[in-house]
């Protein structure tokens, strides 16, 4: 499915790559409290999925992975740093841990287990291949203009497979026609599925403010919001002004029960959005995020732009590159780079 944005411009065609040089992430937004019964590693990891360093460490503890605490998933083609979260009596034995790709970076303690949603967000770093001079000054006025107007937050095509067949395989399983046991692959696929909707959501509603509202996110009556106080609510007038001054943001269906729903005209474009029958626990997924942060350093003679910024949680740096380009990037592409190098 096509994500589109809020302005249709002239493409800029550059290029850039997941891999340990070029895609660096950075957990932010953790507030530990330096005493506790819970060892925090700060710790950077190479080329390996977050799965694959909790594995490696429940290996060498002999433990469950699910006594590992994380605060969110990272890239494997990419150089991260995060924080992992253990029960205080792994602490000494944590301090011989070996691996090539993993480096613990500073050790503290806590009062809890780190878990999904515990950070503020992410910086990323982010070298941009094939850049001229002029469209450096393009890429630095529509990054600018995402931080004032906002992004479509789309789920990413990292989200959906190489070739996005995990959508087909979400939708066969959940129609009955697939039949999955593995317990960790059908939340997945639930996962899957329920961002396809909010995706195929979000675009239309995005077409419709590029087509009334001159490219500015339109808001309509019955749309749900997340206050800065993270409260959702529906008000009877549209918070035109909460908005703009982004207090509230508008949200959109993450399809399940318990998910509170749209009303009125919001209603008549997330219903088709909807499933109703889906059994699984829904939620809502704020329909634009504000970058911050942005910084730019351009190597003129290589045509290379490191940029430099930083998004909420759950957000996807591509969807902000994607946005800067206005053009989809997908896996095959991203790895097609990587060969001509």
């Known amino acids: 499915m096509q994500r589109e944005y809020l302005e249709d411009k002239q493409k800029i065609n550059f290029k850039f ?17 330096n005493r506790g019964n819970y060892t925090i590693l700060h710790v950077q990891k190479v080329e390996l999925t977050t799965w694959d360093m909790v594995a490696a460490f429940a290996q060498y503890l002999n433990i469950p992975a699910e006594k590992i605490g994380y605060a969110g998933l990272k890239d494997k083609h990419a150089t991260t740093t995060q924080y992992l979260s253990f029960e205080s009596k ?3 034995a944590l301090k011989k841990f070996k691996h090539p790709q993993i480096k613990v970076l500073d050790a503290t303690r806590h009062t809890h287990s780190i878990r999904m949603g515990d950070l503020e ?41 190489r070739d996005e067949d995990s959508i087909e395989q979400a939708k066969a399983m959940i129609e009955g026609e697939l039949h999955i046991e593995d317990t960790k692959v059908k939340k997945f696929l639930i996962s899957v599925y329920q961002s396809h909707l909010f995706n ?12 009334q509202n001159g490219g500015k996110f339109l808001l309509l009556e019955g749309d749900v919001y997340l206050s800065n106080e993270a409260k959702l609510f529906t008000p009877k007038k549209i918070p035109q002004k909460d908005f703009e001054a982004k207090k509230v943001v508008p949200t959109g269906l993450l ?47 290589f045509d290379i732009l490191r940029v430099t910024f930083t998004m909420p949680k759950g957000a996807y740096a591509t969807v902000f590159l994607e946005n800067i380009a206005n053009k989809n990037f997908n896996a095959a592409m991203v790895k097609s780079t990587l060969k001509k190098r």
């Open 121 to 161: 967000g992410n910086r990323f770093s982010i070298n941009l291949f094939g850049v001229s001079q002029i469209e450096v000054g393009q890429i630095e006025k529509r990054a600018l203009k995402s931080i004032k107007n906002g992004l479509p937050n789309y789920f990413g095509y990292q989200r959906f497979g």
């Open 17 to 33: 790559e997941q891999n340990k040089e070029d895609f660096v992430v950075d957990e932010i937004g953790l507030e530990l409290k």
């Open 90 to 92: 792994y602490e000494k």
């Open 200 to 211: 195929g959501w979000l675009r239309e509603r995005v077409l419709l403010s590029r087509e």
């Open 255 to 301: 399809v399940g029960r318990k998910a509170f729903r749209a009303r009125e005209r919001a209603r008549e474009i997330e219903e088709k959005y909807d499933d109703e029958f889906l059994y699984d626990k829904g939620s809502r997924r704020e329909a634009l995020v504000y970058p911050k942060d942005v910084e730019f350093e351009y190597k003129k003679n």
